[in-house]
């Protein structure tokens, strides 16, 4: 991945089956929120760093309602 491979700074398994993310790419300082569900289907949320904790505690406020079913 160019500018570095991100770190991961956080990491949850919900109860519906999605795992979530909070990543962090050291080069540029970008945030990201990863969501995976059972699917195996990706879902990629940027956040700034005043939001990043938000996004990753309620990804979906922040998605597309259609998110998983586009990526499907």
């Given at each position: 991945m160019p500018?570095?491979?991100p770190k991961e700074l956080a990491r949850r398994?919900?109860?519906d089956g999605l795992q979530?993310?909070?990543r962090w790419r050291r080069a540029d300082g970008r945030l990201t929120v990863v969501v995976?569900?059972?699917a195996g289907r990706?879902?990629?949320l940027p956040a700034s760093s005043a939001t990043a904790l938000d996004v990753?505690?309620?990804p979906f406020v922040y998605a597309d309602p259609r998110a998983f079913k586009d990526a499907a």
């Open positions: 500018g570095g491979r398994d919900d109860s979530v993310s909070l995976t569900d059972q990706t879902l990629r990753y505690y309620h």
